[in-house]
């Protein structure tokens, strides 16, 4: 199978990387910096910096990841139209593309986030939950999915990963929490009531490759493992996984003061479960948080 990705140097696109290459895929990364793809992830991977560098060569599946990482500084009104057309923009190109090809891959995997909901308090989310609280972060998964579905239009079948807070220890959140945990100064984040929706990267790519594979399933899947956790409970989790204290809060009007609306995306949270993914017949490895914790620690 030839596979295109986009965002393929990313955390999660390295990773598929590897698995399809040991499956033996073909791959081709399409990327701003083409020269670094093979660095990135793996000799055997082909790096692009135009669409039409393909020319007619058939491609089976896209993976379309890329953005620029959305909790990496403030959201300024730069910020916004970058995170905007990092995502939407580099779809319609993708789109613009798809439609002047003759032949055109069987599956389209659309990269979104658990933030479609907004701040979901305490009501549990499947995917046929709406959006519950509008902000910056919903409105972007909302226009994000809308376009990539748009491919539908074109015979391809569109699938929609409504991605959690991914666990791994090369990268992602546990990198940034590992310093100050370590120091002894990790803990809760506001009132720490909040529900953290997360998935371990090695549950992240096997879902990833069933819905790639699955030829009916189509429309957004939640990927995250079944049980969310609260902000509190994920804190104390981490603490023991590294062996340290975890009771040093950060006061929620600290956050909102120094980020302002970014700091929705640490105050608030999602309920959410993986119904579609789990109805599909779809194993997770990493139910338990501790023991994916533990796992990713070692490595930390």
């Not at 560098?53 to 300024?76: H, K, M, Q």
Request: aromatic share 6%; charged share 25%.
């Amino acid at each position: 199978m030839h596979i295109l990705l986009t965002g393929g140097t990313g955390l999660i696109g390295r990773k598929l990387c590897q698995h399809w290459l040991a499956q033996g895929h073909q791959l081709t990364v399409w990327s701003r910096q083409p020269a670094s793809v093979a660095r990135l992830c793996g000799r055997a991977v082909r790096g692009i910096g135009r669409l039409e560098d393909l020319g007619s060569e058939p491609v089976d599946a896209i993976v379309n990841l890329a953005g620029a990482p959305i909790a990496d500084r403030p959201w300024t009104d730069t910020r916004r139209q970058l995170l905007w057309k990092s995502r939407i923009g580099l779809t319609e190109q993708l789109l613009a593309w798809l439609e002047q090809r003759e032949q055109r891959p069987a599956v389209l995997v659309s990269g979104s986030a658990v933030g479609y909901y907004g701040d979901g308090g305490e009501r549990e989310l499947t995917e046929q939950s709406q959006p519950v609280r509008k902000d910056f972060a919903s409105d972007l998964c909302i226009a994000w999915e809308e376009t990539a579905q748009r491919a539908e239009a074109l015979g391809i079948r569109v699938v929609l990963v409504r991605t959690g807070l991914v666990l791994a220890s090369e990268g992602g959140m546990l990198k940034r929490l590992k310093v100050p945990f370590k120091l002894g100064l990790g803990g809760p984040i506001g009132n720490g009531r909040q529900f953290m929706p997360w998935v371990h990267i090695d549950d992240q790519i096997a879902l990833i490759d069933f819905l790639v594979h699955k030829a009916d399933a189509s429309g957004p899947y939640n990927a995250c493992a079944p049980e969310p956790v609260r902000n509190r409970e994920f804190a104390r989790r981490l603490g023991r996984a590294l062996h340290r204290p975890a009771f040093m809060p950060l006061p929620g009007l600290v956050l909102r003061a120094t980020l302002g609306e970014m700091s929705d995306l640490l105050l608030g949270g999602q309920r959410a479960r993986p119904v579609r993914l789990l109805a599909e017949g779809f194993g997770f490895r990493f139910n338990d948080l501790q023991t994916a914790l533990d796992d990713l620690a070692r490595r930390l």
